[in-house]
């Protein structure tokens, strides 16, 4: 029987979530409608729309965000997306206040190579809730939330199985795929269970975060992510729709620079019926905001001296407009990125800010001359083109931003007691996969390009 290949497997497993997503959360729907519409002028007016992706490729991109509350639900998440070939890259940590101050670790699985990414390039943004930080919980609580989850299951036996399967063979033969496909989609689909009104209560004094991971039996896809061409149209467009957005875009500035790294901005989780059941054993109807709307646009890939120099132009805009408005803090942002950020692709290629792929210039006109032995002079005298990377990853601080913008409340968090000590290692013990680092595979690219388009120039290495 023919098998449906991984990348199959993840670009329908993409499509279901996002219908059922749709069903779910209408307001999602017209996000997508109105980033369809966008990236259609952009794509009409631009000729050069298509330089960090394709139009096809952006308009079935999508990434989505699920948080789990143990580390075997994590392994087990890792499994189902390793069905995908999805392979978790990054560690984000958002429980530091000056990040976030949001109970979770975090890591987002996605595909690695550029063939994968180009055939699909869902994510999904995964969280895993830090029960043994006492900043967050005490003891007693730490120990009722660990019964709590070691009694749950949020994946079924057989999606595991099926899980495990297509990731050692490479894909599923038709029925188990469809059979797959359905499990996973119903893994994250909200559940209609009753939830506990005095234990979600409690979870959520500490941290509404907590509440959504903890204090339901199952886990459910929190927001799913289009991608757009223009996020600062897209904001206006939304807000004359009706639909209030959070008051920022965040990440790097809108400026007459290139668009590098993400930028993201979303709509507030809508208030949806749910059941409760009562500490008197009662079934009663209430409301809860856990799902919301987010949208993205993706710029440049840098290059850890870009990411340092990114991070500290936010450091300084954070300090000057400290309490200020979001308009104040995004005009004094365009200024100092005026004066510190590389306004040109071929100054951030030149001060080695971003990284780029390099095709040979088949057509250069022959003039006897060797290529010269170094990077700059190939692109200057014409040998090599370079072309940008698209950021595939995530910001630490816009997540936080994206979580706390959605929480009813900001919580209780003792800033004087320790965290737990969590890093990539001991994610990816946890995970029982390595954890990718997402700056080595881009590097990775840009070096496999260099070489190949010197060897196919018949020149050394640069
Ligand atoms: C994840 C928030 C982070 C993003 O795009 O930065 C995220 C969550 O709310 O679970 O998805
Ligand atoms: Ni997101």
């Not at 259609?40 to 139009?55: F, I, N, Y």
């Not at 099926?162 to 994250?188: C, I, K, P, S």
């Not at 054993?281 to 870009?306: D, H, K, M, Q, Y």
């Not at 072309?387 to 913008?405: C, Q």
Request: glycine share 8%.
């Amino acid at each position: 029987m023919a098998l449906t290949p991984t990348w199959r497997l993840r670009a329908a497993f993409a499509r279901r979530l996002s219908a059922m997503y749709g069903t779910e959360v209408p307001a999602y729907t017209t996000l997508l409608e109105v980033t369809g519409q966008i990236n259609d002028e952009v794509a009409g007016r631009d000729p050069d729309a298509g330089r960090l992706g394709s139009l096809d490729r952006v308009t079935a991109e999508r990434h989505g965000a699920i948080r789990v509350g143990t580390p075997t639900e994590l392994r087990q998440a890792g499994q189902v997306f390793a069905a995908l070939g999805m392979h978790p890259v990054g560690f984000y940590d958002l429980r530091d206040g000056d990040v976030g101050a949001v109970p979770v670790v975090s890591t987002a699985f996605r595909p690695l190579d550029a063939t994968e990414l180009d055939r699909n390039p869902f994510r999904v943004f995964t969280s895993l809730l830090t029960t043994g930080d006492r900043r967050f919980f005490d003891a007693d609580l730490e120990s009722r939330l660990t019964a709590f989850l070691a009694r749950r299951r949020l994946f079924p036996p057989e999606l595991l199985d099926l899980a495990a399967r297509a990731e050692r063979e490479h894909g599923l033969d038709e029925a188990a795929a469809e059979r797959f496909l359905t499990l996973a989609v119903d893994a994250f689909t909200l559940s209609t269970e009753p939830v506990d009104r005095a234990w979600y209560a409690e979870l959520e004094r500490i941290s509404a975060v907590a509440a959504d991971i903890g204090g339901v039996t199952t886990t459910h896809v929190n927001h799913l992510t289009p991608r757009v061409l223009d996020i600062d149209a897209l904001y206006r467009r939304m807000e004359e729709r009706g639909i209030t957005m959070i008051d920022r875009i965040q990440g790097p500035p809108r400026w007459a620079g290139p668009d590098v790294l993400l930028r993201q901005t979303s709509f507030r989780a809508l208030a949806e019926p749910r059941t409760f059941r009562d500490p008197d054993g009662r079934l009663t109807r209430g409301a809860l905001r856990v799902r919301f709307g987010e949208v993205e646009a993706r710029g440049i890939a840098l290059t850890r001296t870009g990411r340092a120099r990114y991070d500290a132009l936010t450091a300084e805009t954070d300090r000057r407009t400290a309490g200020r408005p979001d308009a104040e803090r995004q005009a004094t942002a365009r200024t100092l990125w005026e004066r510190d950020f590389p306004r040109t692709e071929a100054q951030l290629h030149a001060e080695r800010l971003a990284f780029f792929t390099y095709r040979p210039v088949a057509d250069r006109p022959r003039d006897g001359r060797r290529p010269p032995a170094d990077r700059a002079a190939l692109l200057a005298d014409g040998w090599l083109t370079a072309h940008p990377l698209v950021y595939e990853d995530f910001l630490p601080r816009s997540a936080a931003g994206i979580f706390r913008s959605n929480l009813t409340g900001d919580g209780t968090r003792d800033p004087h007691r320790d965290g737990t000590p969590f890093d990539a290692h001991r994610l990816a013990e946890a995970l029982g996969r390595p954890v990718h680092d997402p700056f080595a595979g881009y590097a990775a690219q840009q070096d496999r390009s260099l070489r190949a388009a010197l060897t196919a120039l018949g020149a050394d290495e640069a």
